[in-house]
């Protein structure tokens, strides 16, 4: 599949995500959020640019548990817990909030 | 989310009505071209995929004494039509296991009997056409090859043997399954299903030694790459990063940190998954497995321990020594390999562990027993050890626990529906309705005995039910691991009382 934005065409794979992490842009992710049913609020966006952070570090998606402290610093103890990244993303933080970060799927028994 | 119906959850098990090709849409991903090369398997559908499947159809038959005799000695009593969880969930009669044998027995008896051959409409004979291709790639990517099918079989057929049978015929002309050929490729290039890497590894084990220090006070390693440790331990890469595994993960170190034995995790062979046997892969899984042996070596350790995986213990159990051994560098004192549940009852059964129980009395806890450990390994020195030592470590950590209904455990256990290279989102509708049957047997004793918590030792189970057992109505985090339940009760010397933390607590407010 693709996402068409300002009438260039970026591939993406099957379940959506974007084949070339540098065509993302946070208009792009907007785009990705609203086939994912989501709208973008800042706590998403924080999520959001964890994620991209970390993985420019790292070069994968944070595990669940390094992503809930990282908000809870963030958004505080009542934020910071894989119920809340679920109401965020209710098709799990890992994958679906990837996909909107424009980051590969992480894989696995996961 | 979903768009398509989650059975209802009978009161007592019940055999569907046929639905005939109700599940005939349901196909995972074809594997990219670059997945499937890294495995050395063309990249895409081949030209002449009809001669070359029947050429490695015949030497698989030539390979495997297994595949052979199973071939020709169903002798379709019926025993095992209604023992299939995708079976019991869908009610699509190819998802009986002798329905799923004969999509490849027909193409056999075409071309490898002299009946069929000759008189193809008395046994049932067909060619390989382009729909039996299909249902191949549909209806071998719906056996989580579980093996519940062959307990029940007077033959002891064993339809996971067609269904690795089938997916190796259609790796080779190029028909592969994206989710289990991208994952065996991640292994390769960086040495787990996740693809993650030793800098992200090791920040995410001090993450979690941060983490238990907070909550108890004492200083428990998670070590990565230590040479001359004792123990070297292969754990699924999702106790990295998933929830609940992770808190297993802990529980292991806890377990290893009160033993005081010296161990490590490899950054090298930081996977024990080898999904290379769900695609029958002979050469791949022996790659993969080759990578433990070589991190044991280099590391130097004595023993290799294997966490919470189902069929990597069975890997590990029954295939490690025959792939890739002997192992005769490790301790012959211990089980070679041993698996974390023995380990930790062998601790408890000599009094080394204090355990707290009441720090699990919110739960009322029963044991879904995952097929490869059931039905393919062992565990400790007594038959039945695999069903008897996770549980005795349960009881030993919990004061409520009760069996589901006995049809459906040890070794008939029914499969949480993920298994085999299943655990993946494109085939969710079959993943949520091959569930039904551990549901309902999870149901009767959540009503009658209320049961609020199911254990698991296996990454794939604790992955489908946290994501299927919303749909019937439990909560994701009621599936845990047993090594978290133990994590939970463990006392550690000098781990701070509840009293020392809430004063800590406070003082930090």
Known sequence: ?????????????????????????????????????????????????????????????????????????????????????YELFPYGPAKQACKIAGLPKPTGCI | MADYDIPALPDYPEIPPIKRDVMAHSQPYIAAPEHQEALGFPGELVDDWHDKALTKFAELLKESRALQVFMDSCVKCGACTDKCHY???????????????????????????????????????????????DDWYSYFHQCSQCRRCSVFCPYGIDTAEFSMAAREIMDHIGKGQKYCNEIIGKVHKIGNNLGLPEKALANTLEGLEEDIEEETGVAVRLPLDVEGAEILLITPSADFF??????????????????????TISSYASEAANFAM????????????????????????????????????RVAYNFWNTLVGPFDFLDPDYPVPQH?????????????????????????????????????????????????????????????????????IRESTFCCGGGG?????????IRAKGAMPRMQALNEVAKSEGVTHMAAICAICKTQFAKVMPEYGFEMDSI??????????????????????????????
Request: net charge negative; hydrophobic share 40%.
């Open chain 2, 480 to 509: 845990v691991g047993v090594h978290q339940l133990v994590s939970s009760a463990i006392v550690l010397d000098g781990q701070r009382t509840e009293d020392e933390e809430t004063a800590t607590a406070s003082a930090a407010e």
């Open chain 1, 1 to 85: 599949m693709s996402y068409m934005y300002n009438g260039t065409e970026i591939a993406a794979d099957e379940e959506g995500y974007i084949t070339e992490i540098s065509l993302w842009n946070k208009d792009l992710a907007e785009l990705i959020a609203q086939d994912e049913n989501i709208d973008m609020s800042d706590d998403h966006w924080e999520v959001v640019n964890f994620l991209r952070n970390y993985y420019e570090e790292y070069q994968i998606a944070p595990a669940v548990r390094v992503l809930t402290k990282a908000i809870k610093k963030s958004l505080g103890p009542e934020k910071g817990n894989s119920k809340y990244l």
């Open chain 2, 278 to 313: 769900f695609i029958g892969a002979g050469e791949q899984m022996k790659m993969v497995a080759e990578r433990v042996r070589k991190a044991a070596i280099d590391l130097g350790v004595r023993r290799i321990i294997v966490g919470e995986c189902g069929h990597a213990w």
């Open chain 2, 87 to 133: 079976f019991l969930g869908t009610g699509d009669p190819k998802n009986m296991p002798v329905a799923r044998q004969d999509l490849m027995r027909k193409v056999y008896r075409k071309h490898f009997t002299w009946t069929g051959k000759w008189l193809p409409w008395l046994v049932g004979a067909e060619d390989l056409t382009q729909e039996v291709l």
């Open chain 2, 242 to 263: 998933a929830e609940p595994h992770v808190d297993s993960l802990i529980g292991y170190a806890k377990v290893f940190h009160q033993a005081g034995v010296s161990w």
């Open chain 2, 340 to 408: 974390i549940c023995e380990f930790t009852w062998d601790l408890i059964e000599r009094g080394e562990l204090t355990l707290d129980k009441s720090a699990n009395d919110h739960m009322t806890l029963t044991f879904h027993d995952s097929c490869n450990v059931a039905r393919a390994s062992s565990m400790g020195d007594k038959p039945g050890g695999q069903f008897e030592i996770p549980r005795n470590i349960i009881k030993a950590c919990c004061n409520n626990f009760v069996d589901m209904a006995a049809d459906t």
């Open chain 2, 421 to 429: 290279g299943l655990l993946t989102d494109d085939l969710m509708e």
